[in-house]
């Protein structure tokens, strides 16, 4: 199994970026896939989630509203739609699928 995410970086309070987690090595179309952040000094938490259709997802309350997660099954792939960034939305960003993780990517919001 493995987990790549990628488009984190710099954006200031207000903006956008997307992340992306391109998997491999199972059949992703049958699992639930997740989003969690974990922030300086803090434990990681879960972000949001999707189920494997694609029909039914979850957020955290923090981010009800402002964040969209999706997947294409035909490319393996998981998103997080990120609008309206805060400061305290800095964190990095995992990937995960059932015991599994990605490296993480770096989220900063600067005020």
């Known amino acids: 199994v493995q987990l790549v995410e990628s488009g984190g970086g710099l954006v200031q309070s207000g903006g956008s970026l997307r992340l992306s987690c391109a998997a491999s090595?199972?059949?992703?179309?049958?699992?639930?896939m997740s989003w969690y952040r974990q922030a300086p000094g803090k434990q990681r938490e879960l972000v949001a989630r999707?189920?494997?259709?694609?029909?039914?997802?979850y957020y955290a309350n923090s981010v009800q509203g402002r964040f969209t997660i999706s997947r294409d099954n035909g490319k393996n792939t998981v998103y997080l739609q990120m609008n309206s960034l805060k400061p305290e939305d800095t964190a990095v960003y995992y990937c995960?699928?059932?015991?599994?993780w990605g490296q993480g990517t770096q989220v900063t919001v600067s005020s």
């Open positions: 995960y699928n059932t015991g599994y």
């Open positions: 999707i189920s494997d259709p694609g029909g039914t997802t």
């Open positions: 090595g199972f059949t992703f179309s049958s699992y639930v």
